[in-house]
């Protein structure tokens, strides 16, 4: 634990007590995952940039297990063995230690060993109101730890992947745009090229292929690339099949004949990416966006407008907090509204985050997609944070 | 007497015998203490120089903490297994012989696959049709993640590999590796390629000197010594 002294321990463990009772009074019930976890869960879901400050370690049975970076995969894997077919409401409410290695070093605000204190949501259907529930009640966890002043962050992903919908794009380059949207520098550099219209290399032996079977029904092309890889005496290995080979080649052909993207379309996502406000003004910036292009985002600028009135409404001040479209780039399961609770000067580091991945369950193991929300606070950095502003 | 200055050399394999040819080549042939698989040694015609037998892995680490002053291993451990190199150690003299390079290998019928940008993209395939991350198979655990990520590759997840690395894929248990070759006979043999931009080190062995260690004036003697007579 990072309370290296007991005065801190004490700090800490009062905190962790005010934290989790007033969750429980708003109805969620506390839980306690176990501290290992079975580390190939983490390591598919979360990454390698989090893979890599991971402790992960091979037990004496040959098992490869970690101690957990984070507690929403714990307890969503505690729900799904509570409730295998995942069709009940749930709330939990949690406080407890999680471990990430700190390459830079470690400090007392980027300790090794902290405390997660967080909340859960799993099966509520009305997305709006348990979005606004979890952001109030980490909002109030927040003020409950002492700390006043403090700033909302505030992103949401299916804003961006409405307006990738809507801007009706080839297929090939929503489902790339998509994935490189969670990597901001190579998704820049992605647009900059559709827009210019460069082409992949067209000369080559696989650039012929790709010719050859672009022209062709995807079945044919299969069996044109088997015939090529035999003709080669190339095996099948790595896991990759016959028709994902043929996919992308096919993709490869297609990229070679298409027109570039509109200049105009790789402009309006990059105003979208570029909207940074409060809430109101935000999404008034979108929807003049979206208008100007002609573009049709309307069900989920609602939604999130939506969410805001309600936050507005239980007493948060939104004028105060910011939307950023950009925001929320680098936390790969979420899917839905993202926030963070920032305090000036504590730079990048914030308080305490959360958001909905709608994702996350069936990619666990469910036999089906579990609306899902929560956030979690960093015990550490509130209580210093709080001490600092007293 | 106490030893002025201690030199680390490879124990075993083709890097003890290549060490030894390359000391011998350079005057000051390399002496093991005792029997043939003693674990220390002297270098003729240099007084005050002690030889320590360890593993090129172990060399790494007794550079970093200074218990030698000077070590031979290969520049590949060396970048793999120190997070800061420049302050941990000083590439006095490369050596000419251990050349590897670390490279990215893919299985040879991912005919859709030439460079390090298309894996980010095979890795985003590959989740929708498997539900999973692509595994890379290495021991260049360190080498491997700072490569990716200035690639720009993040759809991935490393398993770790310790011998027959090049059997992974065909094996199944991982999609892609990352591992040394130096004629790319055995890559070749297990149906891989390596991307065209893939190449993330061409290794080979070094004499380091520790900044660690403690370098008496005497000690800074012996080191310029050994490295002007493998300079010749």
């Given at each position: 634990?990072?309370?290296?002294?007991?005065?801190?321990?004490?700090?800490?463990?009062?905190?962790?007590?005010?934290?989790?009772?007033?969750?429980?009074?708003?109805?969620?019930?506390?839980?306690?995952?176990?501290?290992?976890?079975?580390?190939?869960?983490?390591?598919?879901?979360?990454?390698?940039?989090?893979?890599?400050?991971?402790?992960?370690?091979?037990?004496?049975?040959?098992?490869?297990?970690?101690?957990?970076?984070?507690?929403?995969?714990?307890?969503?894997?505690?729900?799904?063995?509570?409730?295998?077919?995942?069709?009940?409401?749930?709330?939990?409410?949690?406080?407890?230690?999680?471990?990430?290695?700190?390459?830079?070093?470690?400090?007392?605000?980027?300790?090794?060993?902290?405390?997660?204190?967080?909340?859960?949501?799993?099966?509520?259907?009305?997305?709006?109101?348990?979005?606004?529930?979890?952001?109030?009640?980490?909002?109030?966890?927040?003020?409950?730890?002492?700390?006043?002043?403090?700033?909302?962050?505030?992103?949401?992903?299916?804003?961006?992947?409405?307006?990738?919908?809507?801007?009706?794009?080839?297929?090939?380059?929503?489902?790339?745009?998509?994935?490189?949207?969670?990597?901001?520098?190579?998704?820049?550099?992605?647009?900059?090229?559709?827009?210019?219209?460069?082409?992949?290399?067209?000369?080559?032996?696989?650039?012929?292929?790709?010719?050859?079977?672009?022209?062709?029904?995807?079945?044919?092309?299969?069996?044109?690339?088997?015939?090529?890889?035999?003709?080669?005496?190339?095996?099948?290995?790595?896991?990759?099949?016959?028709?994902?080979?043929?996919?992308?080649?096919?993709?490869?052909?297609?990229?070679?004949?298409?027109?570039?993207?509109?200049?105009?379309?790789?402009?309006?996502?990059?105003?979208?990416?570029?909207?940074?406000?409060?809430?109101?003004?935000?999404?008034?910036?979108?929807?003049?966006?979206?208008?100007?292009?002609?573009?049709?985002?309307s069900a989920s600028l609602d939604a999130l407008v939506r969410r805001f009135d309600r936050l507005q409404q239980s007493g948060i001040d939104m004028a105060q907090a910011i939307f950023a479209a950009e925001f929320g780039r680098d936390l790969?399961?979420?899917?839905?509204?993202?926030?963070?609770?920032?305090?000036?000067?504590?730079?990048?580091?914030?308080?305490?985050?959360?958001?909905?991945?709608?994702?996350?369950?069936?990619?666990?193991?469910?036999?089906?997609?579990?609306?899902?929300?929560?956030?979690?606070?960093?015990?550490?950095?509130?209580?210093?944070?709080?001490?600092?502003?007293? | 007497?106490?030893?002025?200055?201690?030199?680390?050399?490879?124990?075993?394999?083709?890097?003890k015998d290549q060490a030894a040819a390359r000391f011998e080549q350079a005057g000051m042939a390399l002496r093991q203490i005792g029997h043939e698989r003693g674990y220390r040694g002297s270098l003729a015609g240099l007084d005050g120089v002690?030889?320590?037998?360890?593993?090129?892995?172990?060399?790494?680490?007794?550079?970093?903490?200074?218990?030698?002053?000077?070590?031979?291993?290969?520049?590949?451990?060396?970048?793999?297994?120190?997070?800061?190199?420049?302050?941990?150690?000083?590439?006095?003299?490369?050596?000419?012989?251990?050349?590897?390079?670390?490279?990215?290998?893919?299985?040879?019928?991912?005919?859709?696959?030439?460079?390090?940008?298309?894996?980010?993209?095979?890795?985003?395939?590959?989740?929708?049709?498997?539900?999973?991350?692509?595994?890379?198979?290495?021991?260049?655990?360190?080498?491997?993640?700072?490569?990716?990520?200035?690639?720009?590759?993040?759809?991935?997840?490393?398993?770790?590999?310790?011998?027959?690395?090049?059997?992974?894929?065909?094996?199944?248990?991982?999609?892609?590796?990352?591992?040394?070759?130096?004629?790319?006979?055995?890559?070749?043999?297990?149906?891989?390629?390596?991307?065209?931009?893939?190449?993330?080190?061409?290794?080979?062995?070094?004499?380091?000197?520790?900044?660690?260690?403690?370098?008496?004036?005497?000690?800074?003697?012996?080191?310029?010594?050994?490295?002007?007579?493998?300079?010749?």
């Amino acid at each position: 634990m990072s309370a290296e002294s007991a005065k801190e321990f004490e700090a800490l463990e009062a905190q962790a007590r005010a934290l989790l009772a007033s969750f429980a009074r708003a109805g969620y019930e506390p839980v306690a995952p176990s501290i290992i976890q079975p580390a190939g869960m983490f390591l598919d879901r979360i990454g390698e940039s989090i893979r890599s400050r991971t402790y992960v370690f091979t037990d004496l049975a040959g098992d490869e297990l970690c101690l957990r970076p984070d507690l929403t995969v714990p307890v969503s894997r505690l729900y799904l063995e509570r409730h295998p077919r995942a069709d009940v409401e749930a709330r939990y409410c949690y406080n407890g230690p999680a471990f990430r290695f700190q390459p830079q070093g470690r400090s007392p605000t980027r300790p090794r060993e902290f405390r997660q204190a967080g909340i859960e949501c799993f099966g509520v259907a009305d997305r709006d109101s348990a979005d606004a529930e979890i952001v109030r009640l980490a909002v109030e966890g927040v003020r409950s730890g002492g700390l006043k002043a403090f700033r909302l962050r505030f992103g949401d992903i299916a804003l961006f992947y409405a307006l990738l919908d809507a801007l009706s794009l080839p297929e090939r380059w929503r489902l790339k745009l998509s994935h490189y949207f969670w990597r901001p520098p190579a998704f820049h550099e992605l647009l900059a090229r559709l827009a210019r219209g460069e082409r992949p290399d067209s000369d080559g032996p696989i650039a012929a292929l790709a010719d050859k079977i672009g022209k062709e029904m995807p079945e044919r092309a299969e069996e044109l690339v088997a015939d090529y890889l035999d003709a080669q005496s190339l095996p099948l290995a790595g896991n990759r099949s016959l028709n994902e080979i043929t996919e992308r080649l096919r993709d490869h052909a297609a990229d070679l004949r298409s027109a570039p993207l509109p200049k105009e379309v790789a402009t309006v996502i990059d105003y979208y990416l570029a909207v940074s406000g409060p809430p109101k003004e935000a999404a008034e910036r979108v929807a003049m966006i979206a208008h100007g292009a002609g573009l049709d985002m309307s069900a989920s600028l609602d939604a999130l407008v939506r969410r805001f009135d309600r936050l507005q409404q239980s007493g948060i001040d939104m004028a105060q907090a910011i939307f950023a479209a950009e925001f929320g780039r680098d936390l790969e399961y979420y899917s839905g509204l993202v926030f963070q609770i920032e305090v000036p000067g504590n730079g990048a580091e914030p308080i305490a985050g959360g958001g909905r991945y709608d994702g996350l369950l069936e990619a666990l193991g469910a036999p089906r997609p579990v609306p899902a929300v929560g956030a979690a606070l960093h015990t550490e950095r509130l209580l210093a944070a709080a001490e600092r502003a007293s | 007497m106490a030893a002025t200055l201690t030199i680390a050399v490879p124990s075993k394999g083709r890097l003890k015998d290549q060490a030894a040819a390359r000391f011998e080549q350079a005057g000051m042939a390399l002496r093991q203490i005792g029997h043939e698989r003693g674990y220390r040694g002297s270098l003729a015609g240099l007084d005050g120089v002690e030889v320590v037998y360890i593993s090129a892995a172990e060399i790494v680490h007794q550079l970093k903490t200074g218990r030698v002053h000077l070590g031979v291993t290969g520049e590949d451990l060396i970048r793999e297994t120190l997070p800061d190199v420049d302050s941990t150690v000083e590439f006095l003299k490369p050596l000419g012989f251990g050349r590897a390079d670390v490279v990215v290998a893919v299985p040879d019928c991912w005919l859709d696959v030439v460079r390090m940008a298309d894996l980010e993209d095979v890795a985003a395939q590959f989740a929708r049709a498997h539900g999973r991350r692509l595994r890379v198979a290495t021991k260049y655990m360190n080498l491997t993640r700072r490569f990716f990520a200035a690639s720009g590759v993040a759809g991935y997840r490393i398993v770790e590999s310790v011998g027959a690395t090049e059997a992974t894929p065909a094996a199944g248990t991982a999609e892609l590796i990352v591992d040394i070759t130096t004629t790319g006979t055995t890559l070749r043999a297990n149906h891989l390629k390596v991307l065209e931009d893939g190449l993330i080190l061409k290794s080979q062995a070094h004499l380091f000197a520790s900044r660690a260690a403690s370098w008496t004036p005497d000690a800074t003697k012996l080191r310029d010594a050994i490295a002007a007579k493998l300079s010749d």
